[in-house]
């Protein structure tokens, strides 16, 4: 996987909070990538659902 490549954990985690997953959508490609990349230091399936939940909550 690419720095650049979106982790299959994060895309399950989006897939199940539709809001989440509506904004990260919303997102430019630069924004993208930048939440993509805050991923990679991601390692526990709990962090990584606060993380999504964060892309709502951090409007």
Do not use: W
């Not at 997953?21 to 939440?35: G, Y």
């Amino acid at each position: 996987m690419t720095k650049d490549e979106m982790p299959i954990g994060f895309a399950m985690a989006l897939a199940m909070n539709p809001e989440a997953m509506q904004k990260f959508a919303s997102l430019n490609e630069a924004q993208k990538q930048e939440i993509i990349a805050g991923t990679h230091a991601i390692y526990s399936t709990a962090e990584r659902r606060r993380y999504v939940v964060s892309l709502v909550n951090d409007q």
